[in-house]
């Protein structure tokens, strides 16, 4: 199955000096803030030229986000695809010997059910799935 590319999630210590550092970067406003408390983290939201790049910073010492920059530090977090049909997309990922890290969707940031695939089955990348909530 094909998919376009949601976003690309970057992992930051602080959104207080990430958001305008992105800002000046990508000469583009954050158009969006918002608390994901599912996932431990404050995100913010860019759009480039239909590119759109998703700031996490987590809110729980102990958060994976919180970890993942203890351990490799600052960046490249995931990349998101779209799928029209999160769940018969996670059934089709299962059948083919993909590690889903959830075994149900979750509301995730920006109106979306989300499901990660296990980076070690991707090359390590960490890849979410998103679906829009309609």
């Known amino acids: 199955m094909a ?45 480039k030229e239909g590119a759109k790049v998703e700031l996490l910073e987590s809110i729980d010492p102990n958060g994976v986000i919180a970890k993942f920059i203890a351990k490799k530090g600052e960046g490249m977090h995931h990349v998101a695809f779209e799928v029209p049909n999160i769940e018969a997309e996670m059934a089709r990922l299962q059948k083919e010997g993909f590690t889903l890290l959830n075994e149900v969707p979750k509301k995730g940031a920006d109106n979306k059910l989300v499901c990660f695939v296990h980076p070690k089955d991707a090359n390590g990348v960490l890849i979410e799935l998103c679906q829009t909530i309609h």
Do not use: M, Q
């Not at 992992?11 to 996932?39: D, H, M, Q």
């Open 3 to 47: 998919y376009n590319v949601d976003h690309i999630g970057i992992a930051v210590a602080n959104l207080e000096v990430s958001i305008p550092l992105f800002e000046r970067l990508l000469g583009s406003p954050c158009y969006k803030t918002e608390s994901v408390e599912s996932e431990n983290v404050n995100t913010a939201f860019f759009l």
